[in-house]
């Protein structure tokens, strides 16, 4: 079945570093990728996606490539900020297991000042 | 509006009680789902309903009972819970199920406490 590995946390960074987050996934056929945020005490919301291979989403100053031949939706940002500071989550959703989403473990991230 | 709504914010129960959430959106989805989600991992899939229908039940004990009333209201009516049934209940939305490009609309959830 369809699958999502995350990159273990939690990370800390300095504000102003540059932010990697790896993510690669398991899916028959082609799915589209996301990535969610969690804010302490809140909901996920949609931070980017991309729907086909070198598709690139971006938002925030986040981005994240599609990439089929290494199977992967890595996550980056050039330079963090405090604010950035919550639980990030990798998932995939493909045409072959409609009404699931398949999430990562996510990832927790703390910016310091 | 883009919200996803969900009430109480916040629920204690005991284990011989019965209680309900509730979730509303007015995007127009005809997709809704509940999810359950425990502290620090993701959020795991409880039922879907599509077009106001039940599609999805992920083996969810009976004890949880959904419900959705029209196409902008999602119920879960909750009875004799468990205390390892204490999580964030997630509500969600999309255009239609998810499928190659559909993005999930989440509300902040409710916060269950079962003593």
């Known amino acids: 079945g369809d699958s999502v590995t995350q990159m273990e946390g939690p990370v800390t960074l300095s504000e102003e570093a540059f932010l990697t987050i790896n993510c690669t996934y398991t899916a028959t056929g082609y799915p589209s990728l996301f990535w969610y945020v969690q804010y302490p005490g809140e909901g996920l919301q949609l931070l980017l996606k991309a729907t086909k291979a070198d598709d690139k989403g971006s938002n925030k100053g986040f981005e994240a490539t599609y990439r089929k031949e290494t199977t992967s939706f890595h996550l980056e940002k050039g330079s963090v900020q405090v604010s950035d500071s919550a639980v990030y989550f990798c998932?995939?959703?493909?045409?072959?297991?409609?009404?699931?989403?398949?999430f990562g473990d996510g990832t927790t991230l703390t910016v310091k000042p | 509006d883009t919200e996803v709504t969900q009430t109480p914010k916040h629920l204690v129960m005991g284990m011989t009680n019965k209680k309900s959430l509730k979730c509303e959106q007015h995007?127009?989805?005809?997709?809704m789902y509940w999810y359950k989600q425990k502290a620090k991992k993701p959020p795991e899939l409880m039922f879907v309903?599509?077009?106001?229908?039940?599609?999805i039940n992920e083996s969810v004990p009976s004890r949880f009972s959904p419900e959705c009333p029209n196409s902008s209201l999602l119920n879960l009516h909750l009875h004799a819970l468990q205390p390892e049934d204490s999580a964030l209940y997630l509500c969600?939305?999309?255009?239609?199920?998810?499928?190659?490009?559909?993005?999930?609309?989440f509300g902040s959830g409710t916060q269950l406490s079962v003593l």
């Open positions: 309903y599509s077009y106001e229908k039940l599609s």
């Open positions: 998932a995939l959703s493909g045409n072959t297991n409609a009404g699931k989403s398949t």
């Open positions: 995007m127009g989805h005809r997709a």
């Open positions: 969600a939305s999309s255009r239609g199920q998810t499928g190659s490009n559909e993005k999930l609309f």
